[in-house]
């Protein structure tokens, strides 16, 4: 392999544990590509923190191999000097990949992996800023792509207990939907009642105190498929959404507020039609004022809740106050097609495979 840049600066550090897809990890150390960059393979997501230590300063890119939980403690951990000058790939290879769907790699790990390579090498990668968020809550700090808590998150916390497998989602989905509607078990109840908490967002106290949903995020994108603000963000803010109704409503609305539609006011159902009476210029409906769907630089949450995720990870804590804002800025590898509709990242795949 001809080196236009120098492959010793590039690190594939491997969770070989993420998703249990050994076949495919196999494929990635077996390739040419492999052969000419550094390989750390870690024996669990624990030996990440060491794994990172061990990359060395002349380290440039580093593919990681693993889920968001691998990301997620890598993130942590990364030197806080090291954000600028440390490039980072998420090739994929857990059980959700989030954020690696978000920079457009949507199919095999082994493949991301030799365009990451191939593009580092020739000097035509294709980089974007993402900030991350930071999570401080006591003495303990986290660092992510998305801030999460309420019902939602105690519904994950609930699947991340149980088995875990296509039809126990699906399975705790349903039960949770029915359950916002249907009384059952206590347990069900208490999963999916409100949270509450005082909310400030860039000093500002939001004025509701019960929420069915809190989360911040810097991509834009919660989960494949739910990508729910409406604003754009600038450099120095991340999105924030946060819905103060009953879990009852937010499970009716979740389809349209998974596609970043606002939510409409019932109250305003019930108005006089006027066509002075138009909230966006289109519709006669104002959008629910409980729905706070924007953009900041700053919250401060006050609440007993102790459960909150940080990009799909949950942490406990009993301490009353949670900061978050923007931490380290990072330069993530990305598909030509990241940006793109999923109709058309199709396409474009298509033609890349015909022309390839």
Known sequence: MSDGRSLSE??????PRAGGRWKELATILDSDEARHVRRIVTDSVDDVALALEAIGREAKLLCIYGGDGTIQQILDRLPDDRG?????????????NVTSRWCGFHDRPADHFRYVVNGYRTGNLLLREVPLIEVR???HRRRGFTFGMGPMV???????RGHKSKRAAVALGLRSAVGAWVPLATETRAMLAEMEASIELDGERLPYDRF??????TTGQINPGIVPFVEQRTRDTFYVAAYAA?????????????????????GSLLQRLSPFDRSDGRSPFKSDPRYVNTTGGRLVIETDE?????DGELITSDAPRIEVDLGLRLRLAVSPTAALRPGLRRAANVVGAVQG
Request: net charge neutral; charged share 20%.
């Open 306 to 310: 102790p459960l909150l995720t940080v």
């Open 137 to 139: 809550r006591g003495r």
């Open 212 to 217: 069915s949903a809190l989360f911040a995020n």
């Open 10 to 15: 590039v690190v594939l550090l491997c969770n």
């Open 154 to 160: 105690r519904v994950l916390d609930a699947f991340e």
């Open 246 to 266: 009953p879990s009852r409503e937010v499970a009716l609305a979740l389809p349209i507020l998974a596609r970043g539609l606002l939510p409409r006011d019932t």
């Open 84 to 96: 600028e000058e440390l490039h980072l790939a998420l090739i994929g290879g857990g059980t959700m």
